[in-house]
């Protein structure tokens, strides 16, 4: 059994994939080859963002955005503990300092409600993680900003295909940023990402921020980096994108049945998707007491597992002295929760074997 089965994608999508990568083989053009500009027209098209600027990986994408907004040593950046480093870390390689908010219980995404209380007149910007694939309650946090004239960026590195009262995850917010890992919800064959925003100069920003600060060859008037998505990890991803629409389905579909076959599994919850919106469910997590019991259950049952995330960013080795504010519900889930295999092709048949295994390990 495998927890993301991208090999079974593959093999649907292998005469579209292997065509995509002979092209740019054929033209040799490996970086900023045609193929960037058609993925980055191809997904303002499927997000409604004014502007699409593909990168070198999700990171990339958060950095860059901070970059573009100027922030830098002395600010201040309010984000979730609760997430993957790379949200933090960018924080903190430009010179500024993360201010961590709790998040929702039920959610797991940044609660909005404590946002406003850690806000300072150091504070240049909010950063809200669009968690497991739901986004967070972003006309809460945009109106918070909009108050206090700072921006938002959303980390949609696991929500890439969601929606949001209608609109689609990167396009809610100041900027939007996503990752195409080969694990998320639209992935490609190595590192990649995208910024999305409808500001014109924060677009032209992020495109000479990308190529080392350059607005003409050779002509740096920013400093910049290294920031480029390679031309064949673009050629994956539009080869992806034809299938993109029925994954997503598939997704929803299979989220919302683990959700009903879970229902009623003694000590197990599920993550709570809002009625306004939904979740491409990047991991299917649940959330258990005895978390070591369950995980050695399902591996006896040669289920694999995985933790997203053990432990929040306040407590890691690194990013210790930012513990800034108590996140009990980030502590607490950071012990209980634990992700079952989720991908579009999962089966029902192995889905019900998964979930029986689940239920039995908790009784």
């Excluded at 994608?9 to 080859?33: E, K």
């Excluded at 006309?139 to 909009?146: G, L, P, S, Y």
């Excluded at 994108?241 to 989220?255: N, P």
């Amino acid at each position: 059994m495998q927890f993301i089965d991208l090999k079974k994608q593959y093999q649907v999508l292998r005469d579209p994939i292997n065509a995509r990568i002979q092209q740019v083989l054929d033209h040799g053009q490996y970086i900023m080859g045609p193929e960037v500009k058609e993925l980055e027209a191809a997904l303002q098209t499927y997000t409604g963002a004014k502007h699409c600027i593909t990168v070198a990986s999700g990171t990339e994408a958060l950095l860059m955005s901070l970059m573009a907004l100027g922030i830098g040593a002395g600010d201040e950046v309010i984000t979730t503990s609760f997430t993957f480093v790379a949200t933090a870390e960018v924080i903190v390689l430009l010179g500024a300092t993360p201010v961590f908010v709790d998040v929702e219980p039920d959610t797991c995404n940044i609660n909005a409600a404590e946002i406003e209380a850690r806000i300072t007149p150091r504070t240049k910007a909010i950063i809200p993680v669009s968690l497991y694939g739901q986004c967070g309650d972003m006309d809460e946090v945009n109106a918070i900003a909009a108050r206090h004239g700072i921006a938002v960026i959303e980390d949609a590195a696991q929500s890439f295909g969601a929606t949001y009262k209608g609109t689609k995850s990167c396009n809610l917010s100041t900027i939007g940023c996503t990752s195409f890992f080969p694990s998320k919800p639209l992935g490609c064959y190595g590192d990649g990402g995208a910024i999305f925003t409808n500001d014109d100069e924060l677009a032209q920003a992020c495109r000479e921020i990308r190529v080392h600060g350059q607005s003409a060859r050779y002509y740096h008037s920013r400093v910049g980096v290294g920031g480029r998505m390679d031309t064949l990890q673009c050629a994956v991803v539009l080869a992806k994108l034809g299938r993109f629409d029925w994954e997503v389905e598939q997704r929803i579909r299979l989220g919302t049945r683990y959700q009903a076959l879970l229902a009623d599994a003694a000590n197990v919850r599920t993550v709570t998707v809002r009625p306004d919106r939904d979740s491409v469910w990047a991991q299917f997590t649940i959330m258990v007491p005895d978390r070591p019991a369950m995980m050695a259950a399902l591996k006896a049952a040669d289920i694999p597992t995985a933790i997203h995330y053990p432990r929040p960013i306040h407590a890691q080795p690194a990013y210790s002295g930012y513990a800034n504010g108590a996140t009990p519900v980030s502590d607490m889930l950071a012990a209980q929760v634990l992700s079952l295999p989720m991908h579009p092709d999962l089966d029902d048949a192995t889905q019900e074997q998964i979930a029986r295994t689940v239920i039995a390990a908790a009784r």
